[in-house]
């Protein structure tokens, strides 16, 4: 199973990004699929999950109406829409893979976690 997360960069507060996360080796459809960020110098935390069917999405509060999580199964690819962005989103990103199962904010419950895409907000 590889993830390959992309779409990170240097954005002002209240721009947008979009990060990918290209899944294969898998099969995708029978994968709940996430993200999680680490901010420097804080533990790594929970951002967002969707099911395998696309519903269900959840979000960590501190995002909740700012971001929106979709997947694309024909093309294996998770997103990540991030609108009104704050110098609080400034983190590494990682898209995770967990076989099974609903979406789950412990990072225990997840069997697979990509190289992490940097973003970075400025104030």
């Known amino acids: 199973v590889q993830l390959q997360a992309s779409g990170g960069g240097l954005v002002q507060a209240a721009g947008s990004l979009r990060l990918s996360c290209a899944a294969s080796g898998m099969t995708f459809s029978r994968y709940t699929m996430g993200w999680f960020r680490q901010a420097p110098g804080k533990e790594r935390e929970f951002v967002s999950a969707i099911s395998r069917s696309g519903g269900h999405p959840s979000y960590a509060d501190s995002v909740k109406g700012r971001f929106t999580i979709s997947r694309d199964s024909a093309k294996t690819t998770l997103f990540l829409q991030m609108n009104n962005l704050k110098p609080e989103d400034t983190a590494v990103y990682y898209c995770?893979?967990?076989?099974?199962?609903?979406?789950?904010?412990?990072?225990?419950?997840?069997?697979?976690w990509g190289k992490g895409t940097e973003v970075t907000v400025s104030s």
């Open positions: 995770a893979a967990r076989n099974g199962g609903l979406p789950d904010s412990r990072q225990s419950a997840w069997d697979y």
